[in-house]
């Protein structure tokens, strides 16, 4: 069993379109985020949700939107793509622990996006 | 504020040889710290965390808070170790908090 998956996994698109990114976590964690790789490696947290509740919202353009019907799902959808957004996109989660305490975090294989 | 530093971007090192990754974090409170692990256009995975004090792969990594530091280490590095290690440290701030460090790629030589 995936323990947590994103679809797709390939997306490839022209600049200026708008594209939704999925994912879903059969861990029963209660908290998700949104990384971004960029082409040099460097892992940066976008957003995080605990509870269907948007915890962290890091310095990203508001045409970034994460959206979470429920708490076993993060989708993140992009309007007005640009060239600087091709990226790999992870999905990660974790089971929020006693205040104070963490857990550690569950990745998925990633979307790689390519903005032409 | 929070950060995490890996003083090197590329280690290589010959099969057999010892390997250290650096990694330094800056944090006020208790941290937690993890290493994580990405082999080739892989998903990241959980290497380990300083709390279970375990040794996975042959890895071994010690919180030292007087120096902020959380090195991985491993005695004998296999070519199958070749990949991109982060650091990472939690913390709890109305929610739990993940920063990265900017990652070393491990290239293990024959």
């Known amino acids: 069993d995936t323990a947590v998956s994103q679809t797709p996994k390939y997306l490839v698109t022209q600049m200026g379109n708008d594209k939704s990114i999925k994912c879903e976590q059969n861990?029963?964690?209660?908290?998700m985020y949104w990384y971004k790789q960029d082409s040099k490696k460097f892992l940066k947290i976008m957003f995080s949700?605990?509870?269907?509740?948007?915890?962290i919202n890091e310095t990203v353009p508001n045409r970034f939107s994460p959206k979470s019907p429920d708490k076993a799902h993060l989708n993140l959808h992009i309007n007005s793509l640009e060239l600087g957004d091709s990226a790999v996109y992870f999905c990660?989660?974790?089971?929020?622990?006693?205040?104070?305490?963490?857990?550690?975090?569950?990745f998925g294989p990633g979307t790689r996006l390519t903005v032409l | 504020a929070q950060r995490v530093t890996q003083p090197e971007k590329l280690l290589s090192v010959f099969k057999g040889a010892p390997v250290e990754l650096k990694c330094n974090y800056s944090?006020?409170?208790?941290?937690?710290l993890f290493w994580y692990v990405q082999y080739s256009r892989q998903r990241l995975q959980l290497l380990l965390r300083?709390?279970s004090r375990e040794s996975i792969k042959g890895f071994t990594a010690d919180l030292n808070k007087g120096e902020t530091s959380f090195h991985l280490k491993k005695p004998f590095a296999q070519e199958e170790d070749s990949a991109m290690y982060y650091c990472?440290?939690?913390?709890?701030?109305?929610?739990?908090?993940?920063?990265f460090g900017p990652g070393t790629r491990l290239s293990v030589l024959p």
């Open positions: 990660a989660s974790s089971l929020t622990m006693l205040w104070g305490s963490t857990d550690t975090q569950y």
């Open positions: 861990l029963g964690h209660d908290t």
């Open positions: 949700y605990n509870n269907k509740e948007l915890i």
């Open positions: 944090y006020s409170g208790s941290p937690e």
């Open positions: 300083h709390i």
């Open positions: 990472a440290l939690s913390y709890w701030n109305y929610g739990q908090n993940f920063v």
